[in-house]
């Protein structure tokens, strides 16, 4: 298998990995980099569990060559809570009873960040649109939309 | 294997044209291709700046063929001069879909109803085409499907570049509509586009495209013909439902519907998309 | 206004301290830190792959593995003959770890690969060749039970895996009596329970011929036991260590034991840890569904709405192997008959063999499935007596004290307050002009006393800690559903702590007390129980540590002990006290609850569980007139759950429950074509998306139940009982013509709107 050193922006941190280009990003953060926050669920674009926000959009990182990055901003669910402390969106997660088993949480966290990043303040048919490809078995999605609700209410103060 | 980012057009041809090291195959989004069977090297065209653009030129919308759904659904020029296209990548898969694959893709990977290329056939887009060696060709719409899946741009060879669509003027108007199983990550069961043009109330010219019926966005002529004149009542738009559902020739799928059911569908919907178009034709004074 | 039963004091977030406490695994699963069973690695692994038939019925003439062994990074590859394995199964044994002489459906197991990485495995697999002799196979269970179709297996004539037949009362007399007869024939597909993480384990093979699986499951005790008796291990030498799970919806309770099997045999030939995955498709393909059913059934009223009978004869499907279909099919032909007072029942039941994907269990085992039949034919009674389909269930309903036609002993009902309170919230009385609306009514047992009558209850063990805290060791799971939260809560109820202060120990078979496992709703009732007894037991062997601590008498204090001179004496002196005068132990309380044994008899007469839930669901819905397609609006589900532990995770449970049912009523079910499972993704097998639920109303009717913890109930398995029900009668009754087929798809509600006939 042929390599390419592929150099990207992963969460604030300069990488540079040399690896099949045509892997998915999917493995390239889960079982080169070690990023194991992403989750998969079908690797087939139709899960939405392996969200990433490639240069601040929500994208299905099992779909995206890893030669794709190249060049660009990749951001997971492990850069939301540096520090440890929560991101706004978790705290919310965790408050509105919005994660069952959490397979589908990071995902549906990373949509919902990017969501709140264009719209600051989404309606709830905004909402559902946004997590619109991201599937929960658990939840119902109910109290995931009053979760990203309440998430960009607190954003806002 | 190697995946080459290209940094102008000359370059992504230059990529294309030397075939030394494999084979190489143009690349956008990657969302239909990533799937399929891999050449040795992939050439991204989606960075390209001019191949992203949206403009209006000498009486003619110009669309990037590395135009995500997601910005063309964003873009008011595209709402306002071709309303279809825009709500067909509206509707189009889920919003991580919509996030990376373009319009280009969605026209030369050939899906017999992919959205956004049902959109384009409707709106009579011509499509701009490079070769390696670096002539570009005018090609009209219909002339893109070779059959099945199977597309007449040679991804190996060529790159789609962009999208020139005849821009809604006054009395002008299109609309796109689809329907699913499922209110997203969903392919259509049928779809349908159309683009009209008035004439004191009357319509003047049809343009109406149905999917999927055969292995390219099918353009219903006989009932665009039938329809010529009519007012814009609902009875007109009754007939246009059952002329089409007669007209059109379907498939249908254990897994997604019957020949029957298909057919009555896409009758349902040529009769509201053309009434749509219709409405916006009026409004655009 | 809707009334609201929550008692005074007792808060409308559950248990006391339920409003801001959350299972402190939630904060690994919210910041990407939680580790599911994909995200499992073991120094060394390798990755398994199994090789599957392409025939849905073949005798198998030849496999050589020769060429696969060959290729460079395979450590192992194994065909049936080389096992040397027992055939085994759940309720019967019908099959083997990789098929022996004969394939039976598309996807059977046929040889397994380990290698280096997953590349080299799949390699391996295309170098195996098999050679098949195909046979003929039959896909329609009607089919199978015809004379002279092909048998799947000797051992089962007829394609009969299971049948059964229920008489109680006089149905026939009651027929012949009856004022108005009703029947209708309905069908349902096979649903899968679609939870997002796929289904993989690492299996460790151990010297001394030991076993570690590390696996997320339901119920990993009896799997345990299962796997021992394959590979020929003593139980106490296999361990199952269940790291977090992604969803489990009763898909998990065995999870996919043939996965297991081979990736021990695999690590067994190998030498090494070997890790395999189903991928997507293979979830579809090769996992356990729910049996398909088709149900016939008639029932038998008096003029005045009064039930007097019914009968059904139904027939499930159960693909090529049987797995859990025995007990689905059985639970889904009686749980209904208890939901009303209906004085005679007579039942035929049968599984049947087919040449598709086996069958396990989805949650609430097929009851939902009669319930979209059973509650259809009221309606249809209803509109024939000219009655309103509510009135005719409340004059109906089971209430408490009643014993139900199979034995079933309700202590605590709210059924008719439930149905009454749907009603009221979907606005039964001023219902809309152009929409169709829907009721539908449940129960479901909590709490088994009969699957296994020996052992029928829960036990668990508390434990003071050093630190002050105390630990809960239960051998019930939580895959998201809330079972240690609540017994976080439970525990601190009983001993008067904050729920913060509660550890939760489980998922590891070698440290917690043997369980049945989370099915059946048995989880929040019996191990609830079990805690709650535990907890009890902890707290008087502190209170007597503290009075020997102390040299006085004690009471106690908000988790403390106060003496009679007035000091107060903490749980971390007392532990600390405890230590050093055992030089190592920690106060430790047992808590076994044993509920009493069922009087149930041959004929399946008698009480089942130690409590009994009930709901009602209802909804309005609109229909597209040209296209069929149907909208679901507005969604109502009260349930009588008992007491409320936590009210924010109970409602997490009814909308993903109804969330389910509705995938179920609309757009989910397999589709097959010649065996072939043709939607095995997720673009085609239609779980719903946030896009397609209706805004989902959820009311709790709080009943006092003697046996649950606090007078809880089950909640899990009944949230998704009535959905496909209630949805099928809005549909019913928009249409004004009954439906009696799942999903239903716009082409299937077109078709009854416009009558026109599929050629194809
Ligand atoms: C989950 C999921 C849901 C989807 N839902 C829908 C849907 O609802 N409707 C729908 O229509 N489609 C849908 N799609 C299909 C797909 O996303 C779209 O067709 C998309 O527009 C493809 O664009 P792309 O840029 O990703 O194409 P790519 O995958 O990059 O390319 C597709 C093909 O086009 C060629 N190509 C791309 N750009 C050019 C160019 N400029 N010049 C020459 N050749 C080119 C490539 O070589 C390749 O053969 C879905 C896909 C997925 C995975
Ligand atoms: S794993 Fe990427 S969408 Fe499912
Ligand atoms: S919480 Fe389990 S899939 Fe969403």
Not at chain 3, 559 to 564: C, E, M, V, W
Request: aromatic fraction near 6%; proline fraction near 5%; charged fraction near 20%.
């Amino acid at each position: 298998m042929d390599k390419q050193v592929v150099s990207f922006n992963l969460n604030g941190e300069a990488v540079r990995v040399r690896c099949d280009p045509f892997s998915s990003l999917l493995s390239l953060l889960r079982d080169r980099l070690g990023l194991l926050g992403t989750k998969a669920g079908c690797g087939r674009g139709e899960c939405g569990a392996c969200t990433v926000l490639l240069d601040g959009l929500a994208v299905n990182a099992c779909l995206v060559p890893a030669g794709k990055a190249e060049g660009l901003n990749v951001e997971t669910i492990e850069n939301l809570s540096r520090g440890g402390s929560l991101h706004p969106i978790q705290e919310a997660f965790v408050e509105k009873g919005a994660v069952q088993c959490g397979f589908c949480t990071p995902g549906m966290v990373m949509s919902a960040h990017a969501l709140l990043k264009s719209d600051p303040a989404p309606g709830r048919e905004e909402i559902r649109k946004a997590i619109s490809g991201n599937l929960c078995r658990c939840s119902g999605y109910v109290q995931i939309e009053e979760a990203i609700a309440a998430a960009a209410d607190k954003l806002k103060d | 294997m190697k995946y080459i980012i290209a940094k102008s057009l000359d370059g992504a041809l230059a990529a294309l044209q030397d075939t030394g090291t494999g084979r190489a195959r143009v690349v956008a989004g990657a969302t239909d291709l990533f799937l399929q069977e891999q050449p040795d090297r992939l050439i991204d065209i989606s960075r390209l700046p001019e191949l992203q653009e949206v403009t209006l030129e000498k009486g003619l919308l110009r669309v990037g063929a590395a135009v995500t759904h997601n910005a063309a659904s964003a873009s008011g020029l595209i709402w306002e001069k071709a309303a279809a296209l825009a709500e067909a990548s509206t509707l189009l898969g889920s919003p991580q879909i919509r996030n990376i694959g373009t319009l280009g893709g969605n026209v030369a990977n050939a899906a017999p109803a992919a959205d956004a290329a049902v959109a384009l056939a409707a709106l009579g887009a011509e499509a701009v085409l490079f070769d390696s060696p670096g002539r570009f060709y005018v090609k009209p719409f219909a002339g893109l499907y070779a059959g099945y899946n199977c597309s007449r741009v040679d991804s190996c060879r060529e790159i789609l570049a962009w999208f020139l669509i005849r821009p809604a003027g006054p009395g002008q108007g299109s609309a796109f509509l689809r329907f699913t199983a499922r209110g997203a990550l969903s392919l259509p069961l049928a779809n349908a586009a159309a683009r009209v043009t008035l004439e004191k109330g009357r319509l003047k010219e049809v343009s109406l495209v149905v999917a999927p019926a055969g292995p390219a966005p099918s353009r219903l002529k006989k009932t665009e013909a039938l329809l010529l004149g009519s007012n814009l009542s609902g009875k007109t738009w009754s007939m246009a439902e059952e002329s089409a559902s007669a007209e059109v020739a379907v498939r249908g799928s254990a897994l997604r519907c019957s020949v029957e059911y298909r057919r009555r569908l896409i009758g349902i919907l040529a009769g509201r998309v053309l009434s749509l178009a219709a409405q916006r034709a009026q409004r655009n004074r | 206004m809707i009334r609201r039963n929550i008692k005074a004091g007792e808060g409308k977030e559950g248990f006391p301290g339920a409003r801001g406490f959350y299972d402190p695994e939630v904060w690994a699963k919210v910041t990407g830190r939680a580790r599911y069973g994909i995200d499992l690695a073991l120094p060394g692994m390798l990755q398994g792959k199994i090789l599957r038939s392409p025939h849905p019925h073949a005798l198998i003439r030849n496999v050589d593995l020769s060429r696969a062994r060959s290729l460079p990074g395979v450590r192992a590859v194994l065909s049936g003959t080389g096992l040397g394995a027992k055939p085994y199964g759940i309720v019967f044994d019908d099959e083997n770890p990789l098929a022996l002489d004969r394939v039976r459906y598309i996807g059977d197991e046929v040889a397994a690969v380990a290698a280096v990485d997953e590349q080299t495995a799949l390699e391996a697999l295309q170098m195996i060749s098999v050679e098949y002799e195909p046979l003929s196979a039959v896909f329609d269970p009607e089919e199978a039970l015809l004379k002279g179709a092909v048998t799947l297996h000797d051992d089962f004539p007829g394609n009969i895996a299971w049948e059964n037949r229920i008489n109680r009362g006089e149905a026939e007399a009651a027929f012949k009596d009856a004022d108005l007869v009703v029947e209708d024939t309905y069908a349902l597909p096979s649903f899968h329970p679609g939870y997002i993480e796929p289904i993989s384990c690492i299996a460790e093979s151990e010297k001394f011929d030991g076993l570690t699986l590390h696996t997320a499951l339901q119920s990993p005790h009896i799997v345990r036991e299962i796997l021992a008796g394959v590979l020929g291990l003593s139980i106490s030498r296999v361990r199952v260590i269940s790291p977090v799970m992604g969803g489990g919806f009763g898909g998990r309770v065995y999870g996919n034991l043939k996965l297991y099997l081979l990736a021990a045999f695999l690590s067994r030939a190998a030498g090494a840890p070997v890790k395999m995955q189903l991928t997507r498709e293979e979830e579809f393909t090769v996992g356990r569904p729910m049996v398909a059913a088709m149900i016939k059934m008639k029932m038998a009223l008096k003029e005045d709405g009064t039930f007097l009978a019914r009968q059904a004869d139904i027939i499930t499907d159960n693909g090529a192997y049987s797995a859990q279909a025995p007990w689905v099919s059985k639970t889904l032909s009686e749980r209904n008959d208890s939901l009303y007072h209906i004085p005679s029942i007579s039942t035929r039941v049968r599984l049947v063999y087919t040449n598709k994907v086996p069958t396990g269990q989805y949650r609430a085992y097929g009851n939902q499935l009669a319930n979209f039949a059973c509650e259809s034919l009221i309606d249809r009674a209803a509109g024939k007596l000219g009655m309103d389909p509510l009135r005719l269930r409340l004059k109906n309903c089971i209430g408490p004290g009643d014993t139900s036609v199979h034995g079933l002993q309700i202590k605590s009902c709210a059924l008719s307050r439930c149905l009454q309170d749907a009603a009221d919230a979907i606005g039964w009385t001023e219902r809309k002009k152009g929409r169709g609306y829907g009721i539908s009514a449940a129960i479901h047992a909590g709490g088994s006393i009969v699957f296994n009558p020996d052992f029928r209850g829960a036990s668990a063990r508390a434990r003071l800690e050093l630190d002050g805290r105390v630990t809960i060791v239960t051998g019930e799971q939580d895959y998201g559903q809330g079972a240690h939260g609540a017994f976080a809560l439970i525990a601190a109820r009983a001993l008067s702590r904050v729920p913060g202060e509660i550890n939760i120990v489980s998922r590891d078979t070698i440290l917690t007390p043997f369980s049945i496992g989370a099915l059946g709703m048995r989880q929040t009732t019996i191990g609830g129980r079990a805690v709650q007894l535990a907890a009890e037991d902890l707290l008087a062997r502190i209170r007597d540590c503290a009075a020997e601590l102390a040299g006085e008498e004690v009471v106690p204090e908000g988790g403390a002990f106060r003496t009679s001179s007035g000091r107060l004496i903490e749980p971390v002196g007392i532990a600390a006290f405890y230590c050093a005068k055992t030089s190592g132990l920690a106060l430790t309380g047992e808590g076994r609850y044993v509920p009493e044994k069922s009087d149930y008899d041959q004929s399946g007469y008698g009480n089942i569980a130690v409590t009994y839930s009930f709901a009602a669901h209802a909804c309005e819905v609109e229909i597209d007139r040209e296209t069929g397609a149907l909208t679901v609006h507005r969604f109502v589900a009260v349930h009588d759950s008992g007491r409320i532990v936590n009210l924010l995770t109970a409602r997490g449970q009814v909308y993903g429950g109804v969330a389910q049912g509705l995938g179920m009523a609309c757009s989910e079910g397999y589709i097959f074509e010649e065996g072939r499972v043709a939607n095995p993704t997720f673009s085609g097998y239609r779980i719903p998306t946030a896009l397609d639920l209706p805004s989902i109303e959820t009311l709790f009717i709080q009943t006092d139940d003697p046996e649950g913890p606090y007078g809880a109930k089950g909640l899990g398995e009944i949230v998704q009982v009535p959905t496909p029900a209630a949805v099928a009668n809005a549909v019913a009754n928009a249409l004004g013509e009954p439906v009696n087929e799942l999903p239903l798809t716009a082409e299937k509600i077109s078709r009854l709107l416009h009558g026109w006939e599929c050629a194809d």
